[in-house]
């Protein structure tokens, strides 16, 4: 069976695997030196994003592809630090959605801003590397 990929593409590769590798170990640390576990940052940025301010654990667990009891989980122990809070919904009160608190949000804001620190520094080597990757399919096609 022959190598269809070129050395410089399992290097594009490589590369932008460790990119995205340094960034995530960044995120990591950073959420860590906040308090907060890191799937709890990414839970607080994937609430705060949602389009409609709707997030139910459903969508928390599909946004962190986690298991729903892990969802469960996940919101029950940043609710206990009081970073979310669980809300009924207004027409249908079987609905649960999660919603930041001040102290969350507060919490969001600070890991965000060093986060978009962060991604200025690294977005270049990101850039460069996405670049061979598609330069390099470009060619061989």
Do not use: N, W
């Not at 590369?15 to 960034?23: A, M, N, P, T």
């Not at 907060?36 to 705060?48: E, G, I, R, T």
């Not at 599909?62 to 940043?78: G, K, M, N, P």
């Amino acid at each position: 069976m022959g190598d269809e990929f070129s050395m410089s593409r399992y290097r594009a590769l490589s590369d932008f695997r460790f990119s995205v590798r340094r960034f995530q170990r960044f995120s990591d640390q950073a959420a860590r030196d906040a308090g907060l576990v890191p799937q709890q940052h990414q839970m607080l940025l994937a609430v705060k994003a949602a389009d409609d301010e709707t997030m139910t654990i459903g969508d928390i667990a599909d946004r962190l592809l986690i298991q729903h009891h892990s969802a469960v989980e996940l919101v029950r122990r940043t609710e206990s630090r009081g970073l979310v809070s669980r809300v009924r919904g207004a027409r249908d009160r079987r609905q649960v959605f999660v919603q930041l608190t001040p102290q969350g949000e507060e919490a969001l804001v600070e890991l965000s801003a060093s986060h978009h620190r962060e991604l200025q520094s690294a977005a270049p080597e990101l850039i460069r590397s996405l670049q061979r990757i598609v330069a390099d399919d470009q060619a061989g096609d």
